[in-house]
């Protein structure tokens, strides 16, 4: 609905059109990139560019008026060579995506009247879950954040955001970012006290050397933090299935239930696919969260490894600090192994 600088460069919608609800976008413009946090990320961005493949809005704003906008949002899609196109009623093509489901799209430029033939033959050459957008989100090579006299979490990125970065550092750890692909024994050469599987788009299943190496990562209990798809990926590498929502869970308020203290949590969220409860039930994990809107599964918790996950984005949490403690709670579970691990103990 809101937050579009966040959306377009969330890497969980590559491969995606995005539209948003909110009936005016653009009048507080674009951020400077170059504004660094405390820890020299980007503050204002969730990855290094746009990663939806169009943009759909009802009314765009043509003058923007923010102390930190150096573009408009035009300006800015304009750069980076992505299409957009505004007066589309766009609360009525949600209504429409709720009731049919998610669907392929099409976004032309034409001076002639468009060919609705060779619309579909575009769609029907496309196929979302077949692809493969690991290429395109993550990075293609090793990056460290922070101290190096900090005890070492691994980041294995099928798409992560900023912010998960962000918080990582913020609990008192060095950070090394890896490849989707990297291998387990890849992981281990860093001497990590923990792992995390970040979020990231299109299927899980079609994420197997991350599915490979998460099957290890559980097999050793390392301390491991699944995100978004990182969630999924711990579940299908525990034996569950997952499946695609008829339409998703997008944008912020989305309420989770926490089964250990039946509080209700409120989340930002965006993913496509969920973990099959029935599978889930021949695992060693059990449902941490639920979603009390449709009983979907929001989280995982392993029976006796310290392993966790969540289907929800914690570092996005609208409140702003709803949930933020999952980090905090990883955290905890980190140096509870590490102190087990020490000598006469």
């Not at 690991?134 to 070492?152: A, E, F, L, R």
């Not at 209990?221 to 008829?246: E, F, H, R």
């Not at 989280?299 to 600090?321: D, T, Y």
Request: charged letters at 20%.
């Amino acid at each position: 609905m809101v937050g579009y600088t966040e959306s377009l460069t969330d890497p969980s919608y590559s491969g995606q059109i995005l539209t948003m609800t909110y009936p005016l976008v653009g009048n507080y413009g674009v951020p400077d990139e170059n504004i660094l946090d405390e820890f020299g990320i980007p503050k204002y961005f969730e990855s290094e560019k746009i990663q939806p493949k169009g943009l759909v809005i009802h009314s765009l704003s043509n003058v923007a008026s923010h102390w930190s906008c150096v573009k408009t949002l035009d300006e800015w899609l304009y750069e980076e060579k992505i299409p957009g196109i505004y007066g589309v009623d766009t609360r009525e093509l949600t209504k429409i995506i709720r009731q049919k489901g998610v669907m392929m799209g099409v976004l032309t430029v034409s001076d002639q009247p468009i060919d609705k033939i060779d619309f579909r033959k575009i769609i029907n050459e496309e196929n979302y879950n077949t692809k493969n957008f690991m290429s395109s989100v993550t990075s293609n090579q090793v990056k460290i954040y922070g101290d190096n006299d900090k005890d070492v979490l691994v980041l294995l990125d099928t798409g992560t955001k900023f912010s998960i970065i962000r918080h990582l550092l913020r609990i008192g750890f060095k950070v090394v970012q890896v490849p989707w692909d990297s291998t387990y024994e890849k992981i281990l050469s860093y001497n990590p006290v923990g792992v995390i599987i970040s979020n990231g788009p299109g299927d899980p299943k079609i994420c197997k050397p991350t599915i490979d190496t998460a099957k290890k990562l559980i097999d050793t209990s390392i301390p491991t933090l699944g995100i978004c798809l990182g969630n999924q990926i711990l579940a299908l590498s525990a034996g569950a299935d997952t499946y695609k929502l008829k339409y998703g869970h997008r944008g912020q308020n989305k309420s989770c239930i926490n089964k250990e203290n039946s509080l209700s949590y409120i989340t930002s969220q965006n993913h496509g696919y969920g973990i099959d409860p029935a599978t889930l039930t021949s695992t060693d994990f059990q449902p941490w969260f639920y979603n009390p809107d449709d009983n979907t599964i929001e989280g995982i918790i392993h029976n006796n490894k310290p392993i966790i996950a969540v289907q929800f984005h914690p570092e996005a949490s609208p409140g702003p600090n709803d949930c933020n403690y999952i980090f905090d709670k990883f955290k905890e579970i980190v140096n509870l192994n590490k102190s087990e691990k020490l000598p006469n103990k």
